[in-house]
Nanobody, 126 residues
Framework: QVQLVESGGGLVQAGGSLRLSCAAS????????MGWFRQAPGKEREFVAA???????GYADSVKGRFTFSRDNAKNTVYLQMVNLKPEDTAVYYC????????????????????WGQGTQVTVSS
């Protein structure tokens, strides 16, 4: 069973930066396409960024140019580097893993993911 543990959330002022980490255990991490999603209070969970097994990335328009998704297969960890944070980025951030290998394709919809972490809170003050 794959387990995902997020870390790195916190409180930051607008314009600041954070780096989220998601450590995976169990399974063959390097095979997994991964994703980051977020959910703000009263809103539905939304796509943030995704990465294929081979390292291709995709981003929501709202974070493009500010967030960078990367993976370190040797450490079984993915990272979401967030810069120039805005109050509207405030949410609980979740990482997710898909158990089917995909070299080039990354997945935007939450329905494509098989495993989810517990989430980490990011709060951006104005």
């Amino acid at each position: 069973q794959v387990q995902l543990v997020e870390s790195g959330g916190g409180l930051v002022q607008a314009g600041g930066s954070l780096r989220l980490s998601c450590a995976a255990s169990g399974g063959t991490f390097s095979n997994y396409p991964m994703g980051w999603f977020r959910q703000a209070p009263g809103k539905e969970r939304e796509f943030v960024a995704a990465i294929s097994s081979g390292g291709n990335t995709g981003y929501a328009d709202s974070v493009k140019g500010r967030f960078t998704f990367s993976r370190d297969n040797a450490k079984n960890t993915v990272y979401l580097q967030m810069v120039n944070l805005k109050p509207e980025d405030t949410a609980v951030y979740y990482c997710a893993a898909r158990r089917t290998y995909s070299s080039a394709t990354y997945y935007i919809g939450p329905q494509y993911y098989d495993y989810w972490g517990q989430g980490t809170q990011v709060t951006v003050s104005s």
